[in-house]
């Protein structure tokens, strides 16, 4: 099945720091990804939509300022977390739909922040 | 909004069958999924189902689809300590975005 990968797999920052995670489709173009965030012994809840040359969606209550969401090539969409504070602590998963399966999502592996 | 709601926990003994459900209430998903999530891991799809079939079956797991009860489950035959993980159900809303269950943890012992 089609493959998504996410970078980097854990980070740990100081409280004010800013933290990129990349995510990436290898054997297909993406040109819509999404951002999941799962607080620990919950569920997952969409962040946002990002989309391949164009500004990304944010669900209700996530702030676009804080999560910086780019998608500058039809394989790679980064979010970045800014200004990180211990409440972000989190574990943020990527995917998207391929071109073959319509029906189906693959996520990614998920990358574990954890802001000091 | 879309409120999909799962079970918390469901303990059951290696080699006897799980049954993990999910009930909606919004009932336009063309598709409905099940993803398992091992500690710390991501998302694997398990299996989904086509929303104008009623079952679907994929080697140990059998999907149940009750459209009017809103209502979807998972069964797992001959279940193994492997099959010890969380359990999300999930619907597709606003075309393409995926809106997930409150997770079952299912915990099975020898």
């Known amino acids: 099945g089609a493959v998504v990968s996410q970078h980097p797999s854990w980070v740990i920052c100081k409280s004010g720091t800013s933290v990129k995670i990349e995510c990436r489709s290898l054997?297909?173009?993406?040109?819509?990804m999404f951002w999941y965030r799962q607080f620990p012994k919950q569920s997952l809840m969409l962040m946002a939509t990002?989309?391949?040359?164009?500004?990304?969606?944010?669900e209700q209550g996530v702030e676009k300022d804080k999560f910086l969401i780019n998608h500058a090539s039809l394989t790679l969409s980064t979010l970045t977390v800014t200004s990180a504070h211990p409440e972000d602590s989190s574990f943020y998963i990527c995917?998207?739909?391929?071109?073959?399966?319509?029906?189906?999502?693959?996520f990614g592996p998920g990358t574990r922040l954890l802001v000091l | 909004g879309e409120d999909v709601e799962q079970s918390l926990f469901l303990s059951v003994r290696e080699g006897d069958s799980s049954v993990i459900n999910c009930t909606y209430t919004d009932s336009s998903s063309t598709y409905l999924y099940w993803y398992k999530q091992e500690p710390g891991a991501g998302l694997q799809l398990l299996t989904y189902i086509f929303s104008n079939m009623d079952m679907k079956q994929d080697q140990r797991l059998t999907v149940l689809l009750n459209k009017k009860d809103k209502h979807l489950s998972l069964r797992i035959a001959d279940t193994q300590t492997g099959d010890s993980a969380i359990y999300f159900c999930?619907?597709?809303?606003?075309?393409?975005?995926?809106?997930f269950g409150t997770g079952t943890r299912l915990q099975v012992f020898p």
């Open positions: 054997d297909f173009q993406a040109t819509t």
């Open positions: 999930a619907l597709v809303y606003n075309t393409d975005k995926l809106i």
């Open positions: 995917s998207s739909w391929t071109e073959e399966s319509a029906e189906t999502q693959y």
């Open positions: 990002s989309n391949e040359g164009s500004k990304a969606t944010y």
